[in-house]
């Protein structure tokens, strides 16, 4: 089944500025990775570091499912879901990535 193309907040220039922002803040902590493996840093620093890293990602990956599922799959025009079910299935993804 194919979806149709809908526009969505995440197609907004704010929100799309916004995410970008976390891209970069992400790429500035993976580049903080790699200075600190190159300069022999303690592991403890750069697991400290990494950690870091995977939240940016998780965060940023509960922003988009959260605008794909409320935009796409809980919109009028695709298959109903009410929005109790696409909050409930929010707050599990949201768990899910923490």
Known sequence: MTQKKTSSPLTEDRERRKLIARIRRIRGQVEAVERSISSDEQCADILMLLAN?????????AEVLD???RHHLASEEAAPMTADLAEDLIDLVRAYLK
């Open 53 to 61: 890293i995977r939240g940016g990602i998780n965060g940023l990956m």
């Open 67 to 69: 605008d794909h599922i």
